[in-house]
């Protein structure tokens, strides 16, 4: 296991940012790590990186005790949080350079990999560029490479896309695929679901500081696949089929568009057969009955709003 | 020889541009204003008059140069220092540096090297002007060896107490008068202490007679540079003699009670235990400034 996250909690005064978090991450994953703001994503990253002291619990990467030999993680580890974090004084290759330095490479070890690197991030032509004078996509690319300079087995990228044009966005998620081949464990932050579900073999969905799902993209939607919506047209009779369903408790909401019933429903798959029957029972004549299919948008949305169920 | 990467970033961002050169041109033609005017104003450069080529003036005009590097040493250091990390911290460029495997001690121990490295070109651009004091004699090359390395113990204090006071505190500002106010309690605070319990000895006690030794000023006053600094101040071989200030005073005392000890102390000489105690308070200082950064202690 490339990371193992035991019970993590994070307490600032009174506010409980992380609560007793648990995760694991395997050799070679892409692990999404979604929540809004303030869910505990950014603290969980800086606690797995070494840069903040957890109140309780522990985290090991590639089973290194973070909290006790923290300089032997980061060997290991590479991290490119949020903001840029770049000196504008200095040039590309000097920035490289200065991190390289950093991480114990040196002369032309440390150019050999700058070369590489910035190949990789399609930063070859600026080179000799100052920093300040790249744009944001460029910082964001040059943080991303910086933040590989020791060759790291394991990534932390918190929220690479924000702020970032589209095109900016594609490029980062072309360059993220190219990691993903190379074999590096990557735990990536965002907002942009779709494009987690896209480049994530795994995602984690934190709310409150708890971790709420976990599991593979297939698993998580499989499990969730329908968003808690339900189109049924029924021929006649509409009316009393609405009393019907807003008199069931597992109904929290019916409105009607044109002839199409969209009823919600608090709970789980099992509760619309239930749904359904009380339905045909009454002798409602439904012609169609569509449970909407799940998306990761709406798999977050419902775990977010709901924030108890851990499908771990 | 590998540098450290955080020196050598520094230097050459700070050197690269024209700031650093016009600044350092600046502070040469600052000097030889000064030492300009001084035997200007005195007659020096008027010959046959009395003062005209005079090795005592010169050695007074020594005494004027090494106070104002002295005094310049404790102004411009924590400037440099107590920012070191708070603008790393601004500029979110710190957590990159924890991120890395380079060890907060390494981290804080480059800060303090970049500021030494200022204060060693700020000394040795100006060793020509203080050279000028050579053509009149009076001043050893020894003693001036011997300053320079009491300038770099020196300001690997100062530049320690800037980068710990940069380490406490989130803004510049704060860093920086903390830093200047820690310098001036550690600096002046040791002559008040003397001050009180001589007052408290001779006035209080009604010790009648008291005589203080060497051991008596050496033990409340070894923290102070300026204590360490009056093993350099000429004041025996000053034009105006040893009564002409205050200072001048001051250094005589010392200097006379030093030659009055015939125990181990008379090898005790000023700048010897000032510099002894600023290594201590440095390393003591680097330590505490790493473990106040070091990420897995930090709360925040």
């Not at chain 1, 987690?196 to 795994?202: A, R």
């Amino acid at each position: 296991m490339m990371v193992t996250v035991e019970n993590l909690t994070k307490r600032y005064r009174k506010t409980l940012a992380v609560d007793k978090l648990s995760m694991e991450i395997p050799e070679g994953e892409i692990y999404g790590f979604v929540g809004a703001n303030g869910a505990g994503k950014t603290t969980t990253m800086r606690i797995i990186a070494g840069l903040l002291a957890p109140t309780s619990g522990k985290v090991f990467v590639e089973g290194i005790d973070v909290s006790k030999e923290p300089l032997k993680v980061k060997e290991h580890l590479g991290y490119m949080p949020d903001f840029f974090g770049v000196y504008d004084d200095l040039k590309v290759t000097e920035y490289m350079s200065f991190y390289g330095g950093l991480q114990g490479i040196y002369g032309a070890r440390s150019d050999e990999l700058t070369d590489s690197l910035l190949e990789l991030v399609k930063l070859t032509d600026k080179k000799e560029a100052y920093v300040d004078s790249l744009s944001r996509g460029m910082k964001q690319r040059l943080c991303l490479a910086r933040s590989l300079i020791h060759d790291p087995k394991f990534l932390i990228l918190d929220e690479p896309a924000s702020g970032l044009d589209p095109r900016a966005r594609v490029e980062m998620r072309e360059i993220l695929k190219e990691l993903r081949t190379m074999g590096k464990t990557v735990l990536i932050s965002s907002h942009i679901l779709t494009e987690l579900s896209e480049l994530c073999t795994s995602i984690g969905i934190i709310d409150d500081g708890r971790l709420v799902a976990s599991g593979s993209v297939s698993q998580i939607l499989e499990k969730m696949t329908h968003s808690g919506m339900i189109r049924i047209k029924v021929l006649e009779r509409q009316d009393e089929a609405v009393k019907i369903l807003l008199e069931m408790p597992e109904v929290s909401e019916v409105s009607s568009v044109s002839d199409i019933l969209e009823v919600k429903i608090k709970g789980r798959e099992e509760l619309f057969a239930k749904v359904l029957k009380e339905l045909v029972d009454k002798d409602i004549p439904v012609v169609s009955f569509h449970p909407e299919e799940g998306s990761l948008e709406s798999v977050f949305m419902q775990l977010t709003e709901r924030g108890t169920e851990n499908e771990n | 020889m590998r540098i450290n990467p955080i020196l050598k970033k520094d230097l050459k961002t700070k050197l690269r541009g024209w700031r650093t050169m016009v600044l350092l041109c600046c502070y040469i033609l600052l000097l030889s204003a000064i030492l300009f005017l001084y035997f200007a104003g005195n007659n020096m450069l008027v010959p046959y008059s009395s003062t005209a080529y005079s090795p005592r003036m010169a050695v007074d005009a020594y005494n004027l140069l090494i106070v104002f590097q002295f005094a310049l040493l404790f102004l411009a250091v924590p400037a440099i220092t107590a920012t070191s990390i708070t603008s790393e911290r601004e500029r979110q460029t710190l957590d990159l540096m924890l991120v890395t495997k380079t060890s907060s001690v390494r981290i804080v121990f480059g800060k303090v090297m970049v500021s030494i490295a200022h204060t060693m070109l700020l000394l040795i651009a100006s060793m020509p002007v203080l050279g000028v004091v050579f053509f009149f004699g009076g001043v050893n090359f020894a003693d001036i060896a011997k300053l320079l390395l009491f300038y770099v113990i020196t300001s690997f204090f100062v530049a320690s107490c800037g980068v710990f006071c940069s380490t406490l505190f989130k803004r510049n500002i704060v860093a920086i008068i903390t830093t200047y106010i820690l310098l001036g309690i550690i600096t002046f605070g040791p002559f008040i202490v003397l001050l009180i319990s001589v007052y408290v000895k001779e006035l209080v006690l009604r010790n009648v007679g008291f005589n203080p030794t060497y051991g008596d000023f050496l033990k409340p006053l070894f923290p102070s540079s300026i204590f360490g600094f009056t093993s350099f101040y000429y004041s025996g071989s000053s034009m105006y003699g040893y009564g002409y200030s205050l200072w001048g005073s001051v250094c005589q005392e010392i200097e006379s009670q030093i030659a009055r000890e015939t125990g181990i102390l008379r090898f005790f000489k000023p700048w010897i235990v000032n510099s002894v105690f600023n290594i201590v308070g440095s390393i003591l200082l680097i330590l505490l400034s790493a473990a106040k950064l070091n990420p897995v202690r930090r709360k925040k």
